[in-house]
């Protein structure tokens, strides 16, 4: 039998030459889907994070996606972000509507994690020189209202949302208004106090309405900011930052240059 070597190291090269191709296809692929997992695992704007979290920028540096947090919750709330669900990889997260976080007053999830991105004193207050737990100081984001859905505000009687509440008349209060429509009744209306939402989501898990009518979002989402340029004159702690603050610079206009009774009393307001 004759083998001709020549056609034997073509077959040779083509079968390499496949192989390579085949590796570089699935190299290509395989860090294309790769780049989306890391990209995810950097962005996640609207994920509610466990009582205690960290900045989103800073939880997602420290967290080491050990899980144990998740193991920790009795009541199986938290779960770890896994590929396809838009969560960052491995990070833990919760999604009201399923099962909100029912404040657990030892705070369990906080106590195992090891990484310091749940802060525990962030969830903490001071009592006879001690730290103790305090499921109340947490800030997981903020109930919103979408006034166009929620029952109460078409004139029906609903008090879900604020007696689910755990911080009943806090976090959630009832306030009567007038029903324009009938011109008759009253409307019973929620009103949520960002000073002591925590963000649990028991509202939001309660709600009747189809698509919740009251639901949580991330602080950073939910409040916007002020800014350092607008002092709150009757907090004296917030006043102190206008110490060595001097006026030059400062626009002025002839009716500013006037006392304020003065002005305001002007027919013409334009000062002139």
């Known amino acids: 039998m004759i083998v001709n070597l020549a056609d034997t190291e073509q077959k040779k090269r083509r079968v390499f030459l496949n192989q390579l191709l085949k590796?570089?296809?699935?190299?290509?692929?395989?860090?294309?889907?790769?780049?989306?997992?890391?990209?995810?695992?950097?962005?996640?704007?609207?994920?509610?994070?466990?009582?205690?979290?960290?900045?989103?920028?800073?939880?997602?540096?420290?967290?080491?996606?050990?899980?144990?947090?998740?193991?920790?919750?009795?009541?199986?709330?938290?779960?770890?972000?896994?590929?396809?669900?838009?969560?960052?990889?491995?990070?833990?997260?919760?999604?009201?509507?399923?099962?909100?976080?029912?404040?657990?007053?030892?705070?369990?999830?906080?106590?195992?994690?090891p990484s310091g991105s749940l802060d525990k004193a962030s969830v903490s207050r001071e009592e006879n020189g001690k730290l103790v737990w305090d499921i109340k100081q947490s800030r997981m984001g903020i109930a919103v209202l979408d006034r166009q859905s929620c029952v109460a505000f078409w004139g029906l009687q609903c008090e879900a949302c604020y007696r689910a509440c755990p911080l009943i008349d806090q976090a959630i209060n009832l306030k009567y208004d007038r029903n324009v429509r009938t011109g008759k009744h009253a409307l019973l209306l929620p009103k949520i106090n960002p000073e002591f939402c925590t963000g649990c989501g028991l509202c939001e898990r309660a709600c009747i309405t189809q698509k919740p009518s009251i639901f949580v979002l991330p602080f950073s989402v939910a409040q916007g900011e002020v800014g350092t340029n607008y002092i709150k004159g009757w907090d004296e702690l917030d006043e102190n930052r206008l110490k060595g603050v001097t006026e030059e610079g400062t626009f002025q206009t002839e009716r500013s240059k006037l006392d304020p009774v003065d002005y305001l009393n002007m027919d013409d307001l334009t000062g002139e």
Do not use: H, N
């Open 23 to 113: 590796s570089i296809g699935l190299a290509t692929v395989g860090g294309i889907a790769w780049g989306g997992l890391v990209d995810k695992m950097a962005s996640a704007p609207l994920c509610l994070r466990p009582p205690g979290a960290l900045s989103e920028r800073e939880f997602l540096a420290k967290c080491v996606r050990c899980g144990l947090c998740v193991q920790a919750c009795p009541y199986d709330t938290l779960k770890l972000g896994s590929p396809g669900d838009d969560r960052p990889l491995g990070t833990p997260y919760f999604i009201p509507r399923q099962i909100p976080c029912y404040m657990c007053e030892d705070i369990p999830c906080v106590e195992a994690c």
